[in-house]
């Protein structure tokens, strides 16, 4: 698609997207608004995991982190504001707390590769939510609370909404951005061969740390604000081993280290998850797992790599029919 072209697509896709609650019921909303929570999270997983190759078993820490964070600068410092200007402070400080903490335990850890990352990064975020329940100061085994920053006359589904929306278009312009520019292109090299790319002169470190933390502060802003829309939360509510697993998911149906895999993968099974599937909870898991296994053996590239082969044996025959 040539670039004006895509530009407006975008541009009608947000505008039709923002219009859309006022059609939608409150079910589809909270619906919609979970589709944007799970594909901002696919992506900013995606930065790391597909575009470097460093798969994460376990970045639902930093959902954890991010969304005590929040909570526990409000409790103790304050939240200087009222309605959604109180978010703010809260949601900069989470960011931050989730960057240092990704810079802290970068080097050590990302010197492991492939498996041994991954279970790795399993043990951070079990370690982690440990740390947080046990710890009185933390409050993890009893709770927290945040205070409602949604303003009166507006829904909170409709409020989370925006909010969600925003962050999921922040972190598909972050990653467009990452994706076209040197650092997106030493990450691929990274993935693809890391000793060749550290020979040909790739600050392999740098550029791997910067993903990890990139990507580590995406995770916490969106986890703090999942804090802010459920009111109340203990260690178990957002320390979740699905939410990990759900991110890795996501990219593998729509397509791994691309820039709309992971939105389409979301939507993908988000749709037979919650609309198609929600009258069979009995057999719900066994026919999520079924599918998710079906997809991943017939289509190894996920959806957009199914797609792209299609469009590749077209032109080819197309070619061979000029010929």
């Not at 460093?54 to 820490?61: D, E, K, L, R």
């Not at 109180?86 to 080097?107: E, K, Q």
């Not at 709770?143 to 909170?156: A, D, I, Y």
């Not at 990274?190 to 995770?219: H, N, P, Q, W």
């Amino acid at each position: 698609m040539k670039q004006p072209l895509a530009i407006f697509a975008g541009l009608a896709a947000v505008v039709v997207l923002a219009l859309l609650p006022l059609w939608l019921g409150p079910f589809y909303t909270r619906v919609v608004q979970f589709f944007f929570f799970s594909a901002a999270l696919a992506l900013a997983w995606n930065i790391l995991g597909g575009f470097a190759g460093y798969w994460s078993f376990g970045h639902t820490v930093f959902i954890g982190i991010g969304a005590f964070s929040a909570a526990l600068f409000g409790m103790h410092v304050g939240t200087f504001g009222t309605g959604p200007m109180s978010m703010v402070v809260p949601l900069l400080v989470a960011g931050l707390v989730c960057g240092l903490f990704a810079a802290l335990i970068a080097y050590p850890i990302l010197r492991l590769r492939g498996i041994y990352f991954a279970i790795v990064m399993l043990g951070v975020s079990q370690v982690v939510s440990e740390l947080v329940n046990n710890i009185g100061w933390f409050q993890g085994g009893v709770g927290v609370f945040l205070s409602p920053p949604v303003p009166s006359g507006v829904t909170p589904e409709d409020f989370y909404y925006y909010i969600f929306g925003a962050l999921l278009l922040l972190a598909f312009l972050l990653t467009l951005l990452i994706k076209r520019t040197r650092f997106g292109y030493a990450l691929l090299a990274i993935r693809e061969d890391e000793d060749t790319a550290m020979m040909l002169g790739v600050a392999t470190e740098k550029y791997k740390v910067l993903a990890f933390v990139l990507s580590a502060v995406l995770v916490g802003l969106l986890g703090a604000v999942y804090g802010y829309s459920v009111g109340y939360f203990t260690t178990y509510t957002v320390f979740r081993l699905d939410f990990s697993l759900n991110m890795i998911v996501f990219c593998l149906i729509g397509g791994i280290g691309t820039l709309f895999g992971p939105i389409i993968g979301t939507a993908v099974m988000l749709f037979i998850t919650q609309v198609l599937l929600s009258r069979f909870l009995d057999i719900h898991l066994l026919i999520t797992g079924l599918i998710v296994v079906a997809i991943v053996l017939l289509m190894p590239g996920g959806i957009l790599g199914a797609l792209t082969r299609s469009r590749r044996a077209a032109l080819a025959r197309k070619a061979e029919a000029q010929a």
